[in-house]
């Protein structure tokens, strides 16, 4: 295409939004009209399922949920006055605890005032928070945040190293729907540890962000934790982000929460046209939906070209590959379906992988985000006429110029700057078009069967774990791993019953294996 069709293209196919001040670039996806005609139908009905989804069907069906985070910036859309008001209520609860943590009206027993938040969550209740933390914390906010965000014990080592002996006037929030999960329950036990180990009380520098009636509910009141903050059940992890679970450290943070809400509401009204062409969701849905033939058979690339963006990748690909890595349709047919995500940002991938983008495997689609405004003060000149940010801007597009020419496919997302509002607006956006794209590819974007299997695989291996134990336990001589495995009732998994010896031997948990570690079926295992 010459560079008059081409300019033409994207005249044609520029979406600009004046009061967010965002623009959409698809003229570098290689579809024709005629694609589009034909997913107009198809269209027509993912438009006609994100409205019921808006009005309060039932979009889980495996936990019998609807899907409302939609309601979380427009509280007048919730399908009744009970979720209206709970909305309207937590964010102003939200406000008013974070007022009284910031005016040292809430303060710790041994210290004047909060000056740290560790936030302890998991997938969902982790992702969203930090990739907000980094995008938008101011230099110097009122409270630093840290996370512990993994079961990982050198990790949860690491973070309380560095709070050190701010512990005393640290303000842990425990996020967990159903209180249950591993991983922020054993960050949760870790914690409490270490405030024990000090002598310092957890319950009065605790707060919980969980489902109402959940186990961390119940003991955060038992034990008269300083604040509770509720989890909707109709709000799914990876679109929590406007609940409580992401407004709660982010006002902790100073960073300005209405504004988010703001911009996401905003972004909500521009997503709900009902016309591809002036719907930037829509847009982006059927981008996805050529680039990779409606089966995912591409990756999606992210590249944000500002410092700030940098966890926006990581964002997305729980966001992108957990609502759509699905392997049934929604009519029972194995489809495999799912849009794989990375990324890092520009222009360090300038160095890094863009080589391979531009001459390797043609197996993804570029998404450049880019930021117009390129910092709050003067920029200098780094050469005569030229700073800094006219260089990224430069490299931007010059990268998504030579891929093109090399026939590789390219999204732009533009906003005017790294603000609340537009942060705000980005999520919003994101979120409509993985709704958008699932009821096109017919699976269902709400669920998440898979991530449940590995937690149920994870539970068995930790149960026979105890069985091993108790073995070894009753034995006074050493045994072949294979007789272990039989003993413990797992003649199957002797790998599994080898690989939890050797992990219980590396962390001196009484366990002694003898033989030669390269060759595991000669090995024998007792009690130390």
């Known amino acids: 295409m010459d560079s008059a069709a081409l300019w033409q293209r994207y005249q044609d196919w520029l979406y600009y939004h004046a009061g967010l001040g965002f623009y959409l670039d698809v003229s570098r996806m290689r579809f024709d009209d005629d694609f589009v005609r034909q997913l107009k139908p198809k269209f027509d009905k993912a438009f006609e399922e994100m409205a019921a989804l808006e009005s309060g069907a039932i979009a889980n069906p495996d936990e019998n949920r609807m899907v409302g985070h939609y309601w979380l910036r427009d509280p007048d859309l919730a399908p009744n006055q009970e979720f209206k008001q709970d909305i309207i209520q937590t964010i102003a609860d939200t406000e008013s605890f974070v007022q009284k943590i910031h005016a040292g009206e809430?303060?710790?027993?041994?210290?004047?005032?909060?000056t740290d938040v560790l936030s302890i969550g998991i997938g969902g209740s982790a992702l969203g928070p930090e990739f907000i933390a980094e995008a938008l914390s101011p230099d110097f906010p009122p409270?630093?945040?840290?996370?512990?965000?993994?079961?990982?014990?050198?990790g949860i080592d690491r973070v309380l190293a560095r709070i050190g002996d701010r512990l005393n006037s640290t303000l842990v929030l425990v996020i967990s729907k159903s209180g249950g999960t591993p991983e922020p329950r054993n960050g949760m036990i870790e914690v409490q540890?270490?405030?024990?180990?000090?002598?310092?009380?957890?319950?009065?520098?605790?707060?919980?962000?969980?489902?109402?009636?959940?186990?961390?509910?119940?003991?955060?009141?038992?034990?008269?934790?300083?604040?509770?903050?509720?989890?909707?059940?109709?709000?799914?992890?990876?679109?929590?982000?406007?609940?409580?679970?992401?407004?709660?450290?982010?006002a902790l943070q100073g960073i300005d929460i209405r504004a988010m809400l703001a911009g996401a509401k905003e972004m909500d009204a521009a997503t709900r046209l009902r016309e591809i062409k002036n719907n930037p969701a829509a847009m982006l849905a059927l981008a996805w939906y050529f680039s990779g033939n409606g089966k995912g058979e591409k990756d999606m690339v992210v590249l944000p070209?500002?410092?700030?963006?940098?966890?926006?990748?990581?964002?997305?690909?729980?966001?992108?590959?957990?609502?759509?890595?699905?392997?049934?349709?929604?009519?029972g047919n194995t489809v495999c379906q799912g849009v794989a995500v990375y990324g890092n940002k520009g222009s360090t991938d300038q160095h890094a992988y863009v080589q391979q983008l531009r001459e390797g495997?043609?197996?993804?689609?570029?998404?450049?985000?880019?930021?117009?405004?390129?910092?709050?003060?003067?920029?200098?000149d780094v050469e005569p006429g030229v700073t800094s940010g006219d260089y990224l801007s430069g490299l931007l597009q010059g990268t998504r110029q030579a891929l093109y020419e090399n026939h590789r496919d390219s999204i732009t997302v533009t906003i005017p700057e790294a603000n609340a509002h537009s942060i705000g607006a980005l999520i919003a956006l994101y979120e409509r078009a993985v709704g958008l794209y699932g009821f096109l590819v017919n699976v269902n974007a709400?669920?998440?069967?898979?991530?449940?299997?590995?937690?149920k695989a994870a539970a068995g291996i930790l149960d026979l774990q105890r069985n091993v134990v108790q073995v070894l336990q009753a034995e006074n001589t050493p045994l072949p791993v294979g007789t272990l495995a039989l003993k413990a009732g797992a003649p199957d998994q002797?790998?599994?019953?080898?690989?939890?010896?050797?992990?219980?031997?590396?962390?001196?948990?009484?366990?002694?294996?003898?033989?030669?570690?390269?060759?595991?079926?000669?090995?024998?295992?007792?009690?130390v």
Request: proline letters at 5%; a neutral charge; hydrophobic letters at 40%.
């Open 494 to 527: 002797v790998e599994a019953v080898y690989k939890i010896v050797r992990h219980l031997e590396a962390n001196q948990r009484g366990v002694k294996l003898h033989g030669n570690p390269a060759k595991p079926e000669s090995l024998t295992v007792s009690k």
């Open 361 to 380: 495997i043609p197996n993804f689609f570029l998404t450049f985000i880019e930021v117009l405004h390129d910092r709050a003060g003067h920029s200098i």
């Open 106 to 114: 809430i303060r710790p027993l041994q210290a004047e005032r909060f």
């Open 143 to 154: 409270m630093a945040i840290h996370f512990i965000d993994n079961t990982d014990p050198a």
């Open 305 to 331: 070209y500002k410092d700030s963006l940098l966890l926006f990748s990581r964002y997305l690909q729980q966001l992108v590959m957990e609502s759509l890595g699905k392997e049934k349709d929604l009519d």
């Open 193 to 250: 540890h270490a405030y024990q180990e000090r002598n310092l009380d957890f319950s009065k520098q605790a707060v919980a962000i969980t489902g109402r009636g959940s186990n961390l509910d119940q003991i955060a009141h038992s034990q008269g934790w300083l604040a509770t903050f509720p989890m909707h059940d109709w709000v799914g992890g990876r679109t929590s982000e406007f609940s409580a679970v992401g407004l709660v450290p982010a």
């Open 446 to 455: 709400y669920n998440q069967p898979g991530v449940e299997a590995g937690k």
